[in-house]
């Protein structure tokens, strides 16, 4: 190194990886000689640059010969310049040969550091590894990927990034999960998943490589060669979030190699539940055998009746396991429950049941009953109404069978998401944060042939931040559920009726359909303002009978439709005319809290967003914005993190615009708040944060000088001493007119 000259230190950053290779580039040399193989790898190495061209982050990491290793800094721009690829080079022939590459994609901390011998930087990292494992997996024109990046870029890949570009309108992306791999250097198995434009893409299982196998593949040849298959891991009840409680031949896999319904469901739950929370979440299950087991001295009951949520997996196995009747006995029977926990009351949100196959009532024990009765509980199977023959969702059974399982697993999720996030110990911010101001609505439940209708409005209605109830079983008996009906509206703002061809069935010791209690119920509501939605098909002229009477009633009857909008036909309409009108109530609601409540002052409350190492060197920024009559709010550095994370989101939720400040923190951080800004609308705030900027400070280096972004305002300090400048001034100026 000569006189003058310096070494950058390692650079450590997360970043998505492309990796691409020529398919069978040693034959096709061969063939077509070096001049012309050197004509085609030009015309490769172009075309995936003009591609790279399009993300001005992007950035060559290493040249093979005949690929690439490219670093993104998202995800999504990974994924659609690996679609990008795989178009433009479908319609591409060099040579007379068409140009064949595979991809694979993957993301992780990787280090970059400088190669002082050949004057270049070098990238390492197990990622890096990891991507190279993918890639070789593909075939030609294949993009295959970790769960890490498809997690991430299906939320924000929709269309195919040249759809529209000419007068061609390409179809979007198709998403194919391939399963697990057994991948040579890694512990645990890896899913793959592959993304690709219908008839371009393969879409196919890769059969594996010298390093990588399907995990089935796996399985078959460690039981063909006598391996003992591993020990399950002890249950860590004190650290779980859920305890999926289940019997034994319920996990049997339909095909030897493949995973249980159990472990799918554990699998599926997992990967839910940590993108509905942003943390991770720790799942683990015990079969009725296990708890058998382990009880058998007495020495777990009480730690497992601890766990912070159950999901008791329901099915006829399970109502005959001895194991299971007791497990549940630690949950529900109020002895044990008082001499455990000091209390005889059954905690009814910590259990939320999933019904795997039907069971008929007089079947079920008296542990298990009280499961069925007290909690609620989530059906992973349809009735067929012509036959009455029982259909599992199942994520191997076709695509409709898949999609209804998958959304079950969501509604699952999201459960006991709502349940875990009750039983935390929020501070008075959080949880006004999370829980105030929730409308509540009615839902009544309907009859069987509308069960994917009513799973339909309420998941949209609680992916919209309502509180739908009922949210446990209703009573069967008429007297207990005028009772419970009473509590249950209580703050209710609206009720849903869906009405189909079939009556229902009648409670004990009534004369009406549970749907038509429901309906006349609510109705006496009316005059206490309750809205009330009633929707019906638009022709039911070949309903049931008593159905039919009653659909016309309720068109004729005033006192059936009093508060009602009568909805006939599309559930779409039905969803419409629900939300616009709900919106309304609340519009109205905050309005005359306003009224009531005005605020002390005007000010418009700025979130100023600093890494701690940038406390002290923000509060000439912070005071200039307070001169300037912005109320400021900073990110708390002290304290319990899920304090310190609740005041985050709160701040999210009640600023008018953000400031991220880029002194000291790394690149990558500023990303990570900038992706934050975006997710506040799903912490509860009811529009995007239209105001945002990244504030560039020193210490100053070439990628602040080059740093851009399409969401947020660049407003660069280039003096070492604070200094306002006209791109502040005009962002705090057009803050204070919105």
Known sequence: MEDGETTRGPSKQIAALIFTDIIGSVALQQKLGTDAYTRY??????????????????????????????RFTDPSDAVNTALRLQYRLSLEKCEGESIKIRMG???????????????????????????ARVMDLGGAGQILMTRVVYDDAKQFVRNHPDSGLSDKILSPPEWVSHGSYEIDGNDKNIEIFEVGLKGTAPLTEPAGSKKARPANQATHEKADSNVAPEESEPVDIENLDVLISYADVDNEPLRTGEEGWISQLQRNLKVRMEQLSGEEVKISRLSGKDFESISSGGGMIKEIGQAKTVVPVISPQFANSPGCQKEMDVFYNPVTISSQTGSGTPNKAKLVSAIKMPVPSEDFPNAISSVITQCLGLEFFERETSTGRVREFHEDFGEDSRQRYYERVYD???????????????????STALTGGRQKIFLAPTTSELTKEYDTVKRELKEHGYHVVPDCPLPQSVNELNEALE????????????????????????????????????????????????????????????????????????????????????????????????????????????????????????????????????????????????????????????????????????????????????????????????????????????????????????????????????????????????????????????
């Not at 998401?417 to 110990?425: F, H, M």
Request: proline share 3%; aromatic share 6%; hydrophobic share 40%.
């Open 41 to 70: 790898v030009s015309r490769h190495d172009q075309i995936i640059k003009e591609c790279l061209s399009e993300v001005p982050e992007a950035k060559i990491l290493n040249e093979t010969g005949d690929g690439f290793l490219i």
């Open 105 to 131: 994609l993957n993301m992780g901390l990787i280090t970059e550091m400088d190669e002082t011998n050949r004057g270049a930087t070098r990238a390492v990292g197990m990622p890096i590894n990891l991507v």
């Open 412 to 430: 699952l999720a999201y459960e006991l998401y709502e349940a875990l996030k009750n039983k935390k110990n929020f501070s008075s911010i959080e």
């Open 487 to 738: 509590e249950m509206l209580i703050d209710c703002v609206t009720s849903i009726h869906l009405m189909g061809h079939h009556y229902g069935l009648i409670p004990e010791c009534a004369s009406s359909s549970l749907g038509e209690i429901l309906l006349r119920f609510t109705a006496g509501k009316a005059s206490s303002g309750l809205k009330r939605f009633i929707w019906s098909p638009r022709d039911f002229s070949n309903g049931e009978i008593r159905q039919v009477e009653l659909l016309q009633k309720i068109q004729e009857d005033p006192s059936l439709h009093a508060a009602a909008e009568l909805i006939e036909g599309s559930i779409i309409s039905l969803k419409r005319d629900i939300f616009r009108v709900i919106e309304e109530q609340k519009k109205k609601v905050d309005a005359d809290a306003n009224k009531e409540i005005k605020p002390a002052n005007d000010s418009k409350l700025i979130y100023l967003i600093c890494e701690q190492r940038d406390e002290e060197a923000v509060e000439a920024l912070e005071d200039y914005l307070f001169k300037e009559g912005l109320e400021v709010c900073l990110p708390a550095f002290d304290g319990d993190e899920a304090d310190v994370k609740a005041l985050h989101q709160e701040n999210l939720i009640n600023c008018s615009g953000a400031l991220v400040y880029y002194g000291a923190a790394p690149r990558v951080w500023v990303d990570i708040k900038l992706r934050d800004l975006i997710k506040a609308v799903g912490y509860g705030r009811e529009n995007p944060i239209e105001n945002q900027a990244v504030f560039i400070a020193s210490p100053h280096d070439h990628r602040k000088e080059r740093y851009k972004s399409h969401s947020a305002k660049i407003i660069r300090q280039n003096d070492e001493s604070f200094t306002p400048d006209n791109d502040l001034k005009e962002f705090i100026e057009t803050m204070k007119e919105t």
